[in-house]
């Protein structure tokens, strides 16, 4: 009942910035958490960065943090991935997504694939050096 859609990605030098937007529909917000996950060429699916329901909480990989900001405005229906100081390892297909699982709270942070029941198409960020 939810379609996710990526916008924002393209092509950047190293040391460049993207926003990524993910706009929702068929759905409120404010009733899913939402994440970022992304796909280089040859590697399995990987989470970036996850928000809770109402954003009190939020959740980067190790590779991103201190470079990425996730955030969300409900009021938009829109998920956003702010990425700065970008790297050609960030070279990838991103891909957003919303859960709402048994037992949810809208403090709830999921960080597996499995927990996400919506997925965006994805949108690809290439960073040359």
């Known amino acids: 009942q939810v379609q996710l859609a990526e916008s924002g990605g393209g092509s950047v030098q190293a040391g460049g910035s993207l926003r990524l937007s993910c706009a929702a529909s068929?759905?409120?917000?404010?009733?899913?958490?939402m994440g970022w996950f992304r796909r280089a060429p040859g590697q399995e699916r990987e989470i970036v960065a996850a928000?809770?329901?109402?954003?009190?909480?939020?959740y980067y990989a190790d590779s991103v943090k201190g470079r990425f900001t996730i955030s969300r405005d409900n009021t938009k229906n829109t998920l956003y991935l702010q990425m700065n100081s970008l790297k050609p390892d960030d070279t990838a297909v991103y891909y957003c997504?919303?859960?709402?699982?048994?037992?949810?709270?809208?403090?709830?942070?999921?960080?597996?694939?499995?927990?996400?029941?919506?997925w965006g198409q994805g949108t690809q960020v290439t960073v040359s050096s």
């Open positions: 997504a919303a859960g709402r699982g048994a037992g949810f709270r809208l403090s709830h942070i999921y960080y597996q694939s499995d927990q996400y029941q919506y």
């Open positions: 068929g759905g409120t917000s404010s009733n899913y958490a």
């Open positions: 928000i809770s329901a109402i954003a009190i909480d939020t």
